[in-house]
């Protein structure tokens, strides 16, 4: 291998992440006010998302998506929350245009045609 | 810490979980025909599950759902898939009987009541 | 895709596993406690392991290596934590053996001939 | 909840972060050349890691860790691998300085106490 230029490398244009945020140190096992504050930042941050059981979807350039999951952690600790931990999937590629939605409907068009 | 008798520790009767499966060694970019396939077997495994863009949550009982996620590698290895990876999300709890629906209703409630 | 008969699929008779287990609704931000208990699991079931910064590496076949990540929450289930999470990353190949120890040592050997 | 102004909320000042990063789309099974190559680029960035079985602990700021796994990708990217896939696990903290190597001795201690 040789010698790499750091500088030089991008981060990718686009991503699809999903991510779970798990605030620790809290007396309570239920964390959905947690999880409802994080959506509304989600709202705020103009990217495209979506909740489900165990996670948030969310898209869009690699930089901005990574901040927003840190400012969902920015954002709990500066409430109280000391400690959060959270579980990120991402992807990329660079062959096609692909969203959570597109995903989801190429597994589904294989289904219905069994 | 005293001792521990592995013996009389049960895995939990119920959990949730949320999966994303990875073919690997596989020349191509596109994995839906292998999602597709995990969605037969859990299909088959009378499990209730959901897919969504990142992964598929299952819900049942700890050794069910980690048989039918540890099938869907057996299954991919048996039609030649060398190699598989997958992430697992998993959660259980003792205070209440919480369902994949459950948690995003008490989410939805709040973010209703803003 | 053919009907599956998922009584004749097997799980993996070896995997590799990552698990980061996380107990819920405890008030306090620390969790080393937990994590020595599990630890004190994992050398109990017999299984290879070794822990990380972030996880628990346990070696051995998948339906053993669930199982045990399984009775860590019951465990702590049993001893008052209403809710753990755990995040699991799960391997397994067919085309050779292979070993937490021999993953580490196949890109130091890249490394090492730069 | 109240009204959220984003460009207020900060990313964390320091996060510990484990990935493992998978490219898809080869045809090899083998992914230890690519793993070397996030190691060398994990040099190149200055900041603390270690590699383990399953993944790299990575330790910094939060935009310069989110950074230097984007830029994995990007690499990976430029080389010709058309999806790349990560896991993240990451945690941040604000009750105390924690690192890899604190996390793993104070579990350590606990066990070495019995």
Redesign the interface.
């Known amino acids: 291998?040789s010698q790499?230029?750091?500088s030089t490398?991008?981060?990718?244009p686009q991503?699809?992440?999903?991510f779970?945020l798990?605030p620790?140190?809290?007396?309570?096992?239920?964390?959905?006010?947690f999880?409802?504050?994080v959506?509304?930042?989600l709202k705020?941050?103009g990217l495209q998302y979506?909740?489900?059981?165990?996670?948030t979807?969310v898209e869009g350039p690699?930089?901005e998506v990574?901040?927003?999951i840190?400012?969902a952690?920015?954002?709990l600790?500066?409430q109280g929350t000391?400690?959060?931990?959270?579980?990120?999937?991402?992807?990329?590629?660079?062959?096609k245009h692909e969203?959570?939605?597109s995903?989801?409907a190429?597994?589904e068009?294989?289904?219905s045609g069994?």
Not at 50 to 55: D, F, T, V
């Open positions: 291998m790499i230029d750091i490398i991008k981060t990718p991503c699809c992440a999903d779970c798990i620790m140190g809290i007396d309570s096992a239920s964390v959905s006010p999880i409802a504050q959506q509304t930042l705020a941050s979506s909740m489900h059981a165990n996670g979807t690699w930089d990574m901040k927003v840190g400012q952690h920015g954002m600790h500066d000391v400690r959060v931990h959270t579980d990120i999937r991402v992807g990329s590629r660079t062959d969203t959570a939605r995903k989801v190429s597994v068009k294989i289904l069994q």
